[in-house]
C-alpha cells in the first residue's frame, strides 16, 4: 500500500509562519517609533530651559542689603530684550507744589536709565482709593506705564512724581506698606525757604488767570523771555494769614518724613541743589546708576531777593519779625546749604 503526505500541512504551517513574521514587524516597528519619538521629546527640553532661565548671575553679584530694591521687571507691553538681566530700582518723588520739583525731574530723565514718569496722580480718577493707586504703582513699576519719559528695555530706575496733596497722606500707611514689599525707595524733595515758595504759588496761580504768553499758560518756562515775563507779577501777601499758612506746610512736611521715615529714603531740598550740584551725585548714588552730568532746560523764573518780588514787602516783613519763620526774609540762594 503506497501512502500519499497530505497537502494541507504544508499550507498551514506557511499560515503560521506568515502571521508570526507580520506580528513580528509590527511589534518591532512600533518599538522604532516609541524610541524615535522619545528622543525628539528629549531633545527639545533643553532649549526650553535656556529660554525660561533666570537672571541668577545678575543677581549674584548683588550685596543681600540692596536685593529688596533690585527688580527684574517683565513688562506686559514689550520685551527687554538685551536688557532683560539688567536691574531696576524704584522710586518717587514725593514733594509739594512749587519745590522746584519739575525742574529736578527734568534732570532725573536727561539720565539715560531713568525713568521718571511725571505727576500721574494730580488725575483724580487714579487716586480715587488705595486699590486705583496700587494698580497704577504697579503699571509703572513694571516697566508698563508709558510716558515721554520712558527708556523702555534698558530703564535701571523707574519712578514717579507724587505730591503730598494727591493721595499720598491719606492713605499713608498703605502705601508706605506697599513701599517696603516693593523695595521702592522714597526721595524727598522740598524747600526750605517756605515764603519763596508761597510767592511761585502765587504767580502761578495769577498766570492760570490772566495767561500773559500769548493767552497760554506755562507752569514751566524754558528761555529767559517768558521767564522774565512771568517774573513782572508781584504779588501782594495777605498777612493775617501768612504765618498760619507757613505753618500748615511745616506740619505737613513734618508729618510726611514721619509717615514714611521707615522706607528707604533721601531727603533733599531745592535750594541745596540749586548751590550745590554735588547734591546730584548723592541722587545717582542713591539710585545706583551710572553717574552722568544731568541737565535741564527748564529756566527759574523768580531771581534775586525776596524784596524785589514782593509787592507789600515792608509788612510781610514785619510779620515775620521775631517768629521762627524771620529766616525766610533773607537771600537764601548765596549760602550752600
Known amino acids: 500500500m503506497i501512502i500519499r503526505p497530505s497537502k494541507k500541512k504544508p499550507l498551514v504551517l506557511r499560515m503560521v509562519v506568515l502571521i508570526?513574521?507580520?506580528?513580528?514587524?509590527?511589534?518591532?516597528?512600533?518599538?522604532?517609533?516609541?524610541?524615535?519619538?522619545?528622543?525628539?521629546?528629549?531633545?527639545?527640553?533643553?532649549?526650553?530651559?535656556?529660554?525660561?532661565k533666570p537672571c541668577e548671575e545678575a543677581k549674584d553679584h548683588i550685596l543681600p542689603s540692596e536685593k529688596p530694591y533690585v527688580h527684574f521687571p517683565k513688562p506686559n507691553t514689550f520685551s527687554r530684550k538685551e536688557c532683560a538681566c539688567n536691574p531696576v530700582r524704584y522710586f518717587a518723588i514725593l514733594s509739594t507744589q512749587r519745590s522746584g520739583s519739575g525742574w529736578f525731574e527734568t534732570l532725573l530723565n536727561s539720565h539715560v536709565n531713568i525713568?521718571?514718569?511725571?505727576?500721574?496722580f494730580s488725575v483724580k480718577?487714579?487716586?480715587?482709593?488705595?486699590?486705583?493707586?496700587?494698580?497704577?504703582?504697579?503699571?509703572?513699576?513694571?516697566?508698563?506705564?508709558i510716558s515721554s519719559a520712558s527708556k523702555n528695555e534698558c530703564t535701571a530706575a523707574v519712578g514717579l512724581k507724587w505730591m503730598l496733596n494727591q493721595g499720598l497722606m491719606q492713605h499713608h500707611e498703605e502705601i508706605a506698606d506697599y513701599?517696603?514689599?516693593?523695595?521702592?525707595?522714597?526721595?524727598?524733595?522740598?524747600?526750605?525757604?517756605?515764603?519763596?515758595?508761597?510767592?511761585?504759588?502765587?504767580?502761578?496761580?495769577?498766570?492760570q488767570k490772566t495767561k500773559p504768553l500769548n493767552g497760554t499758560h506755562k507752569s514751566h518756562v524754558h528761555s529767559t523771555h517768558e521767564a522774565e515775563i512771568l517774573a513782572r507779577y508781584k504779588p501782594t501777601i495777605d498777612t493775617k494769614l501768612l504765618i498760619p499758612d507757613l505753618e500748615q506746610v511745616e506740619d505737613l512736611v513734618t508729618r510726611s518724613l514721619q509717615y514714611f521715615n521707615s522706607t528707604r529714603h533721601i531727603i533733599l531740598y531745592y535750594e541745596s541743589i540749586r548751590n550745590n550740584r554735588t547734591k546730584l551725585v548723592d541722587v545717582q548714588e542713591f539710585l545706583k546708576v551710572p553717574q552722568r552730568n544731568l541737565t535741564s532746560l527748564q529756566v527759574k523764573i523768580h531771581k534775586g531777593a525776596l524784596s524785589s518780588q514782593i509787592e507789600n514787602w515792608e509788612e510781610v516783613k514785619r510779620t515775620l519779625k521775631g517768629t521762627r519763620y524771620e529766616r525766610f526774609l533773607e537771600d537764601d540762594y548765596k549760602v550752600d546749604m
Do not use: H
Request: glycine share 6%; with cysteine; net charge positive.
Open 115 to 120: 525713568s521718571s514718569n511725571g505727576e500721574i
Open 179 to 207: 513701599f517696603n514689599s516693593k523695595g521702592v525707595s522714597a526721595i524727598f524733595l522740598f524747600r526750605r525757604n517756605f515764603l519763596r515758595r508761597m510767592v511761585s504759588i502765587l504767580g502761578n496761580s495769577y498766570d
Open 20 to 52: 508570526i513574521a507580520v506580528a513580528s514587524s509590527i511589534y518591532i516597528c512600533s518599538i522604532c517609533l516609541r524610541q524615535i519619538g522619545g528622543r525628539s521629546a528629549g531633545s527639545s527640553s533643553p532649549s526650553i530651559r535656556v529660554v525660561q
Open 125 to 145: 480718577v487714579r487716586r480715587n482709593n488705595i486699590s486705583t493707586i496700587l494698580e497704577t504703582l504697579d503699571s509703572v513699576y513694571n516697566l508698563d506705564w
